[in-house]
């Protein structure tokens, strides 16, 4: 009787042939999406026992070509159906196609490929599924691909490598790549496409790879598309930037520039992989921004337009597209900081032309002075304080186009604040220090009269801001300590709060060695108010009150610091020299009064008195005339002069009135200088509301033959008279005296570069020639910009002095310290 042998699931005995038929079956009845009937345990039993019975690798190879064939028949198949003319329309033939007819063949194409790919995966797991025993014991003991994996290099190989049939041999993969560009193409020309068809595309290619390591550097999307795209659109918007720099503004090209770039991230982000966002960005950078900065911000309407035009918003592209691909921002920085400079020099410029056109004016009206002079020189006040706000203006511009358009970029105003010191110290206008000096001069005069505390802050803030500008700060300094002092003495400060104020600013900027000398005048100041006040109460205590006694307000100034010798006016002698003032009688006994009082006081001090920094109020009665009734009076007037006006009206006190005195005559009696003796003298007997007195002949020259007498017919409509002397304010210096300011400022700067050099080598000893002239100009710096030959003049003269000596030893010039 025969034996039978149960076949369970681990039978003995398998016929590969009818196992592999009723597999192949199931497979064929998956693909064709007839699936419902099947048993998935069934056929995964069947799977499993040819595994079981080292049939395997068998297995495994009827599956591959099972799927081989199924691809190449059937799907390619399918996927060739979807060819027609208008898809396969190359880039020479596009013309023969429209827009529409081209998209419309895509897309179907698109979604065959789609289909096609969709099913294959679906298809592709449930086999998976179904042989999931030889995949995780054969495969993975043989190191083959999974059968899913391998099936997905089958679809790249079968399909998107399978030849179509246009004249340009491409595969399905190159005509799928063409269609997405084409697509991509419409829709930069305003076209609407189905971003979603292609994304599902897309990710086909991203799950795709070249070969079976599977490897991200080998994904058909990077391999093949996206290597084109980049290419193509490197070549498309290569074109469009010349074609939007031949056509358009340079606004316009930002702005389209800018949509560009936003366009490529959202199609990144919507129809292909971000994975490409960095890489096409780099590619619109380089064609639309990189390549055209310059030519974009050169252009007519480029930079320089926006600026002049205040294009705040169209600046603002510029400067967002020149800082995607430049970190310093260049091009924008270079265009800006040329048109700062282009626009300062316009402004020194016009400063210059309207300053030197009074001289020019004065010079043809055969070299008029007197009024007239005061005239020009007032002029050239009025341009050098318009300057100052010119460059004020041009600064508040900038620094509104940095906050807005640049979006206050700390490298952008660097740039500017470079830009903005070179035309102020622009060695072919060479006054900012002084016109800087006298806007602040202005300001405190009568500029703050009226304003608010935040209005005013707001002033001193900008003249500060200008400050900051000037290389020549100790040249500033100078010209400051001149106008301060004519300011204090001469009262014509709105407030001394907002003087110290102003100072206390200073300090902070630029130290304390720079205001030092600022605040002992302030000090000077407030001694001298309570020597004034001293002095009265000890005239008082010494009897009874004399009703003609003549009160006297004093002012005792330190020597080394008041810059006196600035206010004796053009063309005087320096204070040491100036002769000494003779004084009537009544003012000498005062005079000699307060000298006792003070020596009492301050023993071992010696008193020079400058006449030429007072002033006096003196009460003039002129003769009685008769009025519209019939009746006589006398007219009283209170006329404030200078001292030394003083001192020629009291000449004629005693003089009767019938008689005169002569220029020189004048001059012996009262041993005034000669130039300040003919600017009081035009101020007394030449302007035409302040006659007092009456030259002859009449012009406007004073000439030492010319005779002077009491006016006694003169009359005025106030009763207080201010008699203000020909050029005594703060005005703009003439050639001469700015030369010979600067002569002054460079004998100044030679002690400070000696000292300077001392420091240096008493901390040093020993050091090269260049190292210490590198050294000598960083701690100057903030002062003043000294010339290198000064500074070799000024080492010189310590060798000869013994302060330094050269090593003779040394291969590089260098200097030894001499204790």
Request: aromatic share 8%; charged share 30%.
């Amino acid at each position: 009787m025969p034996l039978f042998r149960p076949q369970g699931l681990h039978g003995d005995d398998i016929d590969f042939e009818n196992t592999w038929s009723i597999i192949a079956s199931a497979f064929k009845e998956i693909h064709t999406k007839n699936a419902s009937r099947l048993s998935y345990e069934e056929l995964y039993r069947h799977a499993y026992r040819i595994v079981l019975k080292k049939k395997g690798e068998e297995l495994y190879n009827r599956v591959h070509q099972f799927e081989q064939d199924w691809l190449g028949h059937e799907v390619r198949g399918s996927i060739l159906s979807l060819f027609s003319p208008n898809l396969l329309a190359d880039a020479q033939s596009l013309g023969s196609t429209t827009a529409n007819e081209r998209r419309v063949a895509g897309e179907r194409f698109l979604k065959g490929l789609k289909q096609a790919w969709g099913d294959h995966q679906v298809c592709m797991s449930m086999l998976a599924d179904v042989l999931m025993y030889m995949d995780r014991v054969y495969c993975q003991d043989n190191r083959r691909p999974s059968i899913y994996n391998a099936a997905m290099v089958l679809f790249q190989k079968e399909i998107l490598q399978s030849a179509t049939s246009d004249v340009a041999g491409r595969v399905v993969l190159g005509l799928l790549n063409h269609v997405i560009l084409d697509q991509i193409q419409m829709e930069r020309d305003g076209d609407v496409i189905d971003k979603h068809l292609i994304k599902s595309c897309v990710y086909m290619l991203g799950d795709l790879y070249e070969d079976e390591l599977e490897s991200d550097d080998q994904r058909l999307y990077t391999t093949s598309f996206e290597r084109e795209y980049l290419e193509t659109s490197r070549g498309f918007y290569r074109g469009e930037a010349e074609l939007l720099l031949r056509d358009s503004d340079a606004g316009a090209y930002c702005k389209q520039a800018r949509r560009r770039i936003y366009e490529e991230e959202e199609r990144c982000k919507s129809t292909l992989l971000e994975v490409t966002m960095p890489k096409i960005q780099k590619v619109v950078e380089d064609e639309l921004i990189k390549n055209r900065i310059r030519e974009v911000v050169d252009m007519e309407s480029g930079v320089r337009f926006m600026i002049d035009n205040d294009r705040l918003t169209e600046l603002n592209l510029v400067y967002d597209l020149n800082s995607r691909v430049d970190d310093k921002k260049d091009e924008v920085t270079r265009a800006v900081q040329k048109r700062i400079v282009a626009m300062g020099a316009d402004v020194n410029n016009a400063a210059l032309a309207a300053s030197q056109a009074p001289a020019a004016a004065a010079e043809a009206g055969d070299k008029a002075k007197g009024p007239a002079q005061d005239k020009g020189l007032n002029q050239q006040t009025v341009a050098a304080i318009k300057w100052v706000e010119d460059v004020l203006e041009l600064k508040d511009k900038f620094d509104r186009i940095w906050s807005e358009s640049f979006q206050s970029d700390i490298l952008l105003q660097s740039a500017l604040t470079r830009s903005f010191a070179d035309f102020i110290n622009s060695s072919a206008f060479p006054r900012s220090s002084e016109y800087i000096s006298l806007f602040i001069d202005e300001n405190m005069k009568k500029g703050i009269k009226g304003k608010t505390e935040m209005e005013i802050d707001m002033v001193l803030d900008k003249a500060i801001t200008l400050l900051r500008y000037i290389q020549d700060k100790d040249l500033f300094e100078r010209y400051y300590k001149k106008h301060l002092c004519r300011r204090l003495l001469m009262n014509k400060s709105v407030s001394n709060e907002v003087e110290k104020q102003m100072i206390s600013k200073m300090k902070i900027e630029l130290g304390n060695n720079f205001t030092v000398k600022l605040e002992a005048m302030f000090k000077d100041m407030a001694i001298s108010e309570e020597l004034t006040a001293g002095f009265k109460t000890h005239v008082e205590g010494l009897g009874e009150k004399d009703p003609k006694r003549i009160e006297l307000g004093i002012n005792v100034l330190t020597s080394m610091t008041w810059p006196l010798e600035t206010m004796g006016g053009a063309g005087d002698d320096d204070e040491g020299r100036r002769s000494k003032c003779n004084f009537p009688p009544s003012i000498d006994r005062i005079k000699r009064g307060f000298e006792k009082y003070y020596n009492q006081k301050h023993s071992g001090r010696q008193l020079t008195w400058l006449a030429n920094m007072g002033s006096a109020d003196v009460k003039a009665v002129f003769p009685k005339v008769q009025q519209r009734d019939g009746s006589t009076k006398e007219r009283r007037h209170d006329l404030n002069v200078s001292t030394y006006g003083m001192v020629i009206l009291l000449l004629f006190n005693e003089l009767p009135a019938e008689e005169n005195l002569t220029f020189e005559e004048i001059q012996a009696q009262t041993n005034i200088p000669q130039n300040d003796l003919i600017r009081n003298l035009q101020s007394l007997a030449v302007a035409p509301k302040t006659r007092i007195l009456i030259k002859e002949p009449m012009s406007k020259d004073v000439k030492p033959t010319d005779r002077f007498s009491f006016n006694e017919g003169f009359t005025g409509k106030f009763v207080k008279i201010k008699v203000g002397v020909v050029s005594s304010g703060n005005k703009v210096e003439s050639d001469r005296e700015r030369r010979e300011t600067e002569k002054k400022n460079d004998a100044s700067r030679e002690y400070q570069i000696e000292a300077a050099v001392v420091r240096i080598m008493k901390q040093r000893k020993e050091l090269l020639h260049q190292q210490l002239v590198m050294e000598t100009l960083s701690q100057l710096a903030g002062k003043f910009k000294p010339e290198v030959n000064m500074i070799k003049k000024r080492i010189e003269n310590l060798i000869e002095r013994e302060y330094l000596e050269r090593i003779d030893t040394a291969e590089m010039d260098s200097y030894r310290y001499l204790a």
